[in-house]
């Protein structure tokens, strides 16, 4: 859609990328604010990038046609970069990749899968089918990631999910850990489904600092892994 691909050539062109963060949900899923409402407090408070990522399965593919309309409005009347996406959630490991292949006919730009969180009873299995498949953007809060699902991830440029999230999160350092091993490229997401939830710039850089990161390793997943990740999704 040429209004998304010309708002991501200008936030590329920045010298430094602002906040971005590719993982909420509006009230169209499990949040508290219309898609709408949600970009504009995004705008307000600094976001540069945005991702509405509803959860999905079969059952409500129709809503992707809804943030899209959302999405369009706000990257055109506020110059946020606002994508639609879903994040496909709870689905049996054998139907993922129908699930995502129906979410990008409908228009969703960015692919999100439900990672095997601790916190959750997700079908085992879901992490690897994640890591496996060149349709999926990010792997989130995958739980206690496994060196074979971080290969895959790395092979197939799936990034990998350091959330802010107050559930999830907890195993961020384990995350970071078998991640830098297998030299995967991480994101970092909040998770968000109500404002309370949003995080800002220096924010994101503690989480991912208290996660394990160094200071450079940073700054390379605030700025270059963004910028990758808008690529991958331009193309």
């Not at 708002?7 to 909420?24: P, S, V, W």
């Not at 990008?104 to 095997?116: D, R, S, Y």
């Not at 907890?170 to 030299?183: D, F, H, P, W």
Request: with cysteine; glycine share 6%; charged share 25%.
């Amino acid at each position: 859609m040429l209004i998304f691909k010309e708002a991501i050539e200008k936030l590329l062109a920045q010298e430094k990328i602002g906040r971005c963060d590719f993982h909420t949900h509006s009230f169209l899923s499990d949040g508290v604010l219309l898609p709408i409402e949600q970009l504009r407090r995004a705008f307000v408070h600094g976001r540069v990038g945005y991702g509405i990522t509803d959860h999905v399965s079969l059952s409500n593919l129709d809503i992707i046609p809804k943030l899209i309309e959302d999405c369009k409005l706000a990257t055109k009347h506020w110059g946020i970069l606002a994508l639609p996406g879903v994040e496909v959630t709870h689905v049996p490991v054998n139907a993922i990749e129908e699930v995502v292949e129906k979410s990008i006919e409908k228009g969703a730009l960015i692919i999100v899968i439900h990672g095997e969180t601790i916190a959750e009873p997700v079908e085992p299995g879901t992490n690897l089918k994640a890591a496996e498949s060149k349709n999926v953007d990010i792997l989130a809060h995958p739980g206690l990631l496994t060196k074979e699902v971080a290969d895959q991830c790395k092979k197939n440029n799936v990034f990998v999910e350091i959330t802010s999230n107050r559930t999830h999160s907890i195993i961020n350092g384990q995350v970071a850990k078998i991640g830098k091993e297998s030299q995967v490229k991480f994101i970092q997401n909040t998770d968000t489904h109500s404002p309370r939830d949003m995080k800002n710039y220096e924010e994101g850089e503690r989480i991912l600092l208290a996660s394990g990161f160094t200071k450079k390793e940073t700054e390379t997943i605030l700025q270059d892994n963004i910028r990758e990740f808008l690529t991958k999704i331009y193309e």
